[in-house]
């Protein structure tokens, strides 16, 4: 899927909401949160020593809703590495 998405933080660093297809999600439940490694090999990318972190993958699985009355779904949210941007890679009910 991977659309662009925007995601609103609470000031500790939790998703609050997710602006998708200009509807905004209220997040629901308490997320989950976790990081993955990029297949750097497979890339053949090189980088600058000091460039930064250029393995992470961070996720967040968040349960949304459009309104109190509306059905769960869930969004898995994704952020390449030196990416300010995130990703809206998965939708299910």
Do not use: C
Request: proline share 4%; aromatic share 10%; net charge negative.
């Amino acid at each position: 899927m991977d659309v662009d998405v925007e995601v609103r933080f609470t000031p500790a660093g939790t998703p609050l909401a997710v602006r998708h297809e200009g509807r905004i999600w209220a997040v629901a439940a308490d997320p989950v949160h976790w990081f993955a490694r990029d297949a750097w090999w497979d890339t053949r990318l090189t980088a600058a020593v000091g460039s930064g972190d250029l393995v992470s993958i961070e996720f967040w699985q968040v349960q949304v809703r459009l309104g109190s009355n509306s059905a769960l779904r869930t969004f898995t949210l994704r952020r390449n590495p030196l990416s300010t941007q995130w990703l809206l890679e998965s939708i299910s009910d």
